[in-house]
């Protein structure tokens, strides 16, 4: 018991040590004093407060427990469609927005894979990078899709090696 009294006084004593008067705590800056109060103890007033609120809940909550109980089921069919309906909603929103970035990816591809073409200094060179990059990405395998006079212009321009065939100025 002696020590149980020893470590109690010990504990006040901290407390009153620790403890700064009004006057102290108005010369404090406003992080110091939020700091200092946000370890102190509550006054007797707030505590009373804090007490009286959580009597409020649980009696609130043990009134309304009944009520609630016969209008969940109720409400829980018709929010389950409700959630349902929205799901397919955004499903949809998604796959629309994945649709339009596709589209707009393989825009720009086209457009880019065309201005290298435009840019190659030798229509031999453009002929080469336009077989090499296709503008489209097919998935399936078309197949040759070149008639047999484009194949054999074609061929005409890639075994041309001086360029006499086709003059790029």
Sequence with gaps: MADKESQMQK???????NSKSPAELRKM???EKARYLAYKEPSK?????IVCSQQRLQQWSKENKNTLKTTIPQRDEEYRKHENLIGQLKAAEARNRIRLMRLKYQSFRVEEVNH??????TAQRALRLELLLPRKIDT????????TLERKRIEEILEDERGLTIKRT
Excluded: V, W
């Excluded at 007033?45 to 407060?49: C, Y």
């Excluded at 290298?116 to 200094?121: A, D, L, N, T, V």
């Design 11 to 17: 504990e006040k004593y901290i407390m009153k040590s």
């Design 29 to 31: 800056n406003p992080q």
């Design 45 to 49: 007033e707030i505590r009373s407060a």
């Design 116 to 121: 290298f073409i435009s840019c190659q200094p």
């Design 140 to 147: 399936s395998s078309p197949g040759d899709t070149l008639d």
